[in-house]
């Protein structure tokens, strides 16, 4: 059973366009003329969460985009903001002391 991505990711802060992700993650595959499957195999995810993540706009966990991003070679601060789980300028910004905590969410 797929969870609601509002439940299954509480932090996430942009919802305007939840495909914003899904359309990167899949110019990024179709660029390098590679599957979804082989994508999750190299970051280690189950391919369901790909799935998810394009069939019904379920958002993945901070963990989660943080080893795709590392099996796509960005930075996963990039794939954060398209999620919506961080804002571009708190992307941008400096971090302070109050937003360690928020960070180590992450």
Do not use: C
Request: charged fraction near 20%; avoid cysteine.
């Amino acid at each position: 059973m797929l969870l609601d991505a509002r439940l299954y990711n509480p932090h996430v802060t942009n919802q305007e366009d939840p495909k914003r992700l899904s359309s990167y993650i899949r110019a990024w595959l179709t660029d390098r003329n590679m599957s979804a499957l082989a994508l999750a195999q190299r970051a280690g995810i189950p391919h369901t969460t790909l799935s998810a993540l394009f069939n019904h706009d379920n958002v993945p966990r901070p963990v989660t985009l943080k080893k795709i991003g590392a099996a796509m070679g960005i930075p996963v601060g990039k794939l954060l903001v398209l999620a919506g789980h961080l804002t571009q300028q708190e992307y941008e910004q400096p971090i302070g002391d109050t937003d360690l905590a928020r960070l180590y969410e992450v």
